[in-house]
């Protein structure tokens, strides 16, 4: 008698599918919605494990695109430091749905701008991002003057944006009781002063991370109706949690709303996708191989399996791409000659 | 008379091509250096390059490279040794102010990029720290106390050959050219305070020899440049208007008559009086790559 289990791809059964070809062998993780091509701007953002897919994208010729770009001639790691080419804006992480909807109502002037400054050693830290600036900026004006451009970036990005990859990294955040405003960080960690009476901890649950994540689609299509929105889940356990429990189970609780809001909006949606990074990672199948021996923080062995599945699995549905050509940089024609006049002033004035 | 031994009065001047210019200047009494026992130390291009700091000595890793310091030099000099001079000029020096000004420009005019000021000081340091001859200089004043004073290659000039050309100024940065004074003399200010932090007085391109944003003056050209296309290389009177001006750093120069400018001794101070320089608080402070 025929049933829906008959004829299954083997990726439908655990034994073929997982079993018998082992970790390194798996595929097929991901039967993605819409294809993502090399010309596609892509856009990143939100916990650790997301700044890892846009430099992959990059180094394999996709156009991941940074809209905040750091100053000129600042080295890698300087810019780095400073939140610059992590993401695709300098928001520096955001752990939480709820974190990017606030960063987007206040770049699409749909929130009044947060008052709320943090004030350490003489120096200013933005609430919404204060490991941005590591030394805290000088005054104020000039935390609101760069939050102001984050925001324009932002909007940038948004609007011109073909695909946003947004990695969902926890429920917990704290926020404050008075304003509303979310932080990025508990008060008092990095800077602020914590308070008891103002500062309260939210532990998001499955129904409200799904209705963040929904306004979040919804505030996004508005902007941008073409674009097509990739979830992942970040695989990077919690560092702490505040909610009282063991930082395990709270992980496991953290992860399971996340995975299953994303998974949720993947079906609801039709330019919303999931991408199973989180799978790769954590799934008992890999034995924890990809994890540092803190058994947190993912290797890079991890990062290019994740690419792996991410580009063969695209490649499969949609078919090999084409990689632009690199371009080749102008360069002024005359360098030669110019290596003559230089010669020629220094013979005038030392030859004579 | 110095005296020829005495280090405190000996100046090494050092640099590129743009030594030429100066030497220029100094020959036909711009610039007085009379109260130094100076001499010139430099090599074009290729060869400048080869200068290299080694067992704490200045030296030049290529033979035929160290011919061309000797020639120069006058004197057959082929290495030197910090101590034997208190006071050093650098001149150009492969520190492209064109290329700092036109990257900045570009981010804030076309795409109105923002950047703290920590950022900036970084970015200025990371700009300047690329030249070894600029992290030679700083090993000068950091190590020996040397007073040492830089003047950085100057703007592009105008008008000498088309900057739209495919990979040229205008083609890599066209909205540089919407600079207004107060523009150039922020950057002017991020440079001259990075210098500072290293222990050395960077001298700005006086501000009315500017045009176009962010060109020098055709006036000031290196005489023939027309003919030749030099858009790099500048007069005698343009850098002896550099190193006369007083130590404003960004400071507007107004009504200066290129052809006739005050010979005025040049001070070499570290810039102690220079109110562009950052005090104990500034936020400089990850130090840039060493020689």
């Known amino acids: 008698m025929p049933h829906p289990y008959n004829d299954l791809p083997s990726s439908g059964y655990w034994r073929t599918g997982v079993a018998d070809v082992g970790p390194h062998q798996l595929s097929e993780l991901w039967t993605p919605k819409f294809a993502i091509r090399p010309k596609d701007v892509v856009v990143t953002a939100g916990s650790c494990f997301a700044q890892h897919i846009g430099k992959a994208l990059s180094d394999e010729g996709y156009a991941w695109t940074d809209f905040e770009p750091a100053p000129p001639f600042l080295s890698d790691q300087d810019a780095r430091d400073h939140g610059y080419g992590v993401f695709s804006f300098r928001t520096g992480n955001i752990y939480t749905v709820s974190m990017l909807l606030q960063w987007l109502r206040l770049a699409f002037d749909q929130m009044d701008p947060p008052e709320e400054v943090w004030v350490k050693d003489g120096r200013y830290y933005d609430p919404m991002r204060p490991a941005i600036e590591p030394n805290g900026f000088a005054d104020p004006g000039e935390l609101q003057a760069a939050r102001d451009a984050t925001c324009q970036s932002l909007r940038r990005a948004i609007r011109n944006a073909d695909v946003f990859i947004f990695t969902l990294g926890l429920t917990e955040h704290w926020t404050n009781s008075q304003s509303g405003l979310e932080y990025a960080l508990c008060p008092g960690t990095l800077a602020g002063t914590f308070d008891a009476e103002q500062h309260q901890f939210v532990n998001a649950n499955a129904g409200t991370v799904t209705r963040d994540l929904t306004r979040l689609i919804r505030f996004l299509r508005t902007e941008n109706r073409n674009l097509r929105l990739l979830l992942t889940v970040s695989p990077v356990p919690l560092t702490a949690t505040a909610s009282g429990q063991h930082v395990l189970t709270a992980t496991s609780y953290s992860k399971s709303v996340l995975r299953a809001a994303a998974g949720m909006a993947a079906q609801d949606f039709k330019r919303v996708d999931y991408f199973p990074s989180y799978e790769i990672i954590t799934h008992p199948i890999f034995r924890g191989m990809f994890y540092a021996p803190n058994m947190r923080s993912v290797d890079p062995a991890g990062v290019r399996t994740v690419m792996h599945h991410f580009f063969s699995d695209q490649h499969r549905v949609f078919g090999p791409v084409s990689r632009p050509a690199p371009r080749n940089a102008a360069l002024p024609s005359d360098r030669k000659a110019a290596d003559i006049r230089c010669e020629e002033v220094m013979l005038d004035a030392f030859a004579r | ?291």
């Open chain 2, 1 to 291: 008379m110095p005296s020829p031994a005495d280090p405190a009065h000996r100046l090494c001047i050092i640099g590129d091509s743009h030594l030429g210019s100066l030497r220029l200047a100094i020959d036909e009494g711009r610039v007085d250096l009379s109260a130094y026992d100076y001499e010139y130390w430099g090599a074009t291009g290729a060869d400048f390059r080869a200068m290299w700091l080694k067992n704490g000595k200045i030296i030049v890793r290529k033979p035929e490279s160290r011919e061309k310091f000797a020639a120069i030099n006058g004197n057959g000099r082929t290495e030197i040794d910090p101590g034997e001079f208190q006071n050093y000029l650098f001149c150009g020096c492969r520190v492209d102010t064109s290329e700092f000004f036109g990257q900045h420009l570009q981010r804030q005019f076309a795409d109105k990029a923002w950047y703290s000021t920590a950022t900036l000081d970084l970015s200025a340091r990371a700009f300047l720290a690329h030249s070894r001859a600029y992290r030679i200089a700083a090993y000068l004043a950091r190590e020996h106390g040397a007073n040492v004073t830089f003047i950085p290659t100057p703007l592009t000039t105008a008008d000498i050959v088309d900057q739209t050309q495919p990979g040229w100024f205008l083609d890599l940065y066209p909205a540089a050219v919407q600079a207004q004074a107060a523009d150039r003399a922020a950057l002017w200010r991020l440079l001259v305070r990075a210098a500072a932090f290293d222990g050395i007085r960077l001298l700005n391109q006086p501000e009315s020899t500017v045009t176009q944003g962010v060109f020098t003056e055709s006036a000031y050209a290196r005489a023939g440049s027309h003919e030749t296309g030099d858009s790099d290389h500048k007069s005698p009177a343009f850098v002896a208007m550099t190193l006369n001006q007083t130590p404003t750093g960004a400071t507007p120069q107004t009504g200066t008559n290129p052809a006739a400018p005050p010979p005025i001794t040049i001070g070499f101070q570290t810039g102690a009086e220079n109110p562009l320089l950052p005090g104990p608080d500034s936020p400089i402070s990850s130090a840039t790559s060493g020689v």
